[in-house]
């Protein structure tokens, strides 16, 4: 089997060092396993990408040093697929529509009884509103308009074992290998987090799995901040059955105060420091990388 990494930027702000640090890992990886470095566009989100982030994201990673096999897979090309997908969990009773607005979440989530609401992966941990009782899931067409969650419940009951998959870098408690979630953290933690949005017919979560089966990725070089939506993701590979591949969640790239960078944080984007005069080799050793491998 070929070993398979990917770099899947969102064209929606300048490649900044944590991306860099991301692409370079994978590319790096997929050089010494004499394998294949991918790269996707993940521009889901049409309100926010760009064609000129795009264009800027890809200059910035060739000067990196990096290079990758055409075609470009992007993902405003695969909505038909999203939305089979999307079809197939719909008719197994797997998802049911939310019109819930940001603002219903947050306020029965903040309920008097219920303490703080619970942050997850993807903000406030849904508090399943719109849930129907088990047993009397939707039937009929998908609807076209709304926000499909999926019924963690159901898909606890359809799949059974609790999700599980190899890690390579480390978890956010230093924990490597067969990395194991439970149901009931995945009830609590994550929730009924929606695959569709009423304005997008698709969502990372769903998208991101979908493409990295369709481009046969092994192993998933990402940040620590996404160690929670792999959780999510082994999930959706179960309930399509597709194979889970290997994720290695590495270290998080911070600013000088030890701060997250931010998309926005324009200073440590890769374009700035070009200008400032920078070579590859310097943004490699600011990232305490080994030199290219030839
Ligand atoms: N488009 C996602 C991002 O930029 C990809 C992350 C991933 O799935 O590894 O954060
Ligand atoms: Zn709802």
């Known amino acids: 089997m070929t070993f398979i990494t990917r770099f899947a930027p969102s064209p929606t702000g300048p490649l900044h060092l944590g991306h860099a640090y991301s692409a370079l890992l994978a590319h790096d990886m997929a050089r010494s ?58 008719q197994r009773g797997l998802l049911y529509p939310c019109t819930c607005t940001r603002r219903d979440v947050a306020a029965s989530a903040s ?27 939707p039937k009929g ?8 969650r999926l019924d963690m419940r159901a898909a606890e009951r359809a799949i059974g074992a609790p999700p599980h998959f190899t ?5 956010p408690k230093g924990e490597t290998g067969r990395i194991q979630s439970d149901w009931e953290q995945v009830r609590q933690g994550i929730g009924d987090i929606a695959l569709a949005r009423s304005a997008m017919g698709t969502s990372y979560h769903l998208s991101v799995v979908l493409d990295d089966a ?10 620590a901040d ?35 960078l931010a998309k926005r944080d324009d200073a440590r984007a890769i374009s700035r420091y070009r200008q ?10 600011m990232l305490d990388m080994p030199h290219a491998p030839s």
């Open 33 to 90: 396993k004499d394998g294949v470095f991918l790269l996707r566009i993940e521009d889901i989100d049409q309100t926010r990408s760009r064609p000129e982030w795009e264009a800027q994201i890809l200059n910035d990673l060739a000067w990196l040093g990096l290079n990758w096999p055409a075609p470009v897979m992007r993902q405003s090309d695969r909505m038909q697929t999203y939305s089979d997908a999307l079809q197939t969990l719909w």
């Open 276 to 285: 400032d005069g920078l070579t590859p080799a310097l943004i490699r050793e």
């Open 141 to 148: 067409p998908m609807p076209a308009d709304t926000a499909l």
């Open 167 to 171: 890690e390579t870098g480390a978890s």
């Open 226 to 260: 996404l160690f929670e939506a792999t959780t999510i993701h082994v999930i959706l590979q179960r309930l399509l059955d597709l194979p889970t591949p290997v994720y290695h969640h590495h270290r998080l790239i911070r600013d000088g105060e030890g701060k997250r």
């Open 111 to 137: 309920a008097p009884q219920e303490g703080a609401p619970l942050l997850g992966p993807d903000g406030i941990v849904y508090p399943g509103t719109c849930r129907p009782a088990p047993g009397t899931q």
């Open 214 to 223: 369709a481009q046969s990725v092994t192993m998933v070089p990402r940040g």
